[in-house]
């Protein structure tokens, strides 16, 4: 599914992740495994449940950077595809830049985020709030 070879078998993989995950006991490997599926998600463009799964992992560890970039990223684009949902907009800003605030400069989607923000600032007013 993520190297895009054979997107007509996503739904397989996704059934089998979701298999994995429910039986998998180990916290670390249940959020690196999350992350893979809510990647995967977003790969074949299923928005909400890739947001879910970035959501979990935020529930269960909430300064991972890689969740909140997906979930940033993730919500802008549900917003893009609600006809500019300016709702959507503000919470990917709120989690884009708490991964700002917390992403080690060499990351490889600060460059993106930053960017983001600002296209956010200048084209629809939306300046990131705070999140807990």
Known sequence: VRTGAD???SNEAIEAFQAYLAVEISPTEKIK???ILAGMLADVNESD???AEYEKVLAAAPTNVDALAGAG???INIGYNNGEDKTKFQLGANYLQKFVDLAPDTHRDKAAAKETIETLKKSYK???QKIK
């Open 73 to 75: 990223f993730t919500l």
């Open 33 to 35: 495994e999350q992350l």
């Open 49 to 51: 449940q890739a947001l």
């Open 7 to 9: 997107r007509s078998r």
């Open 126 to 128: 939306i300046t990131p």
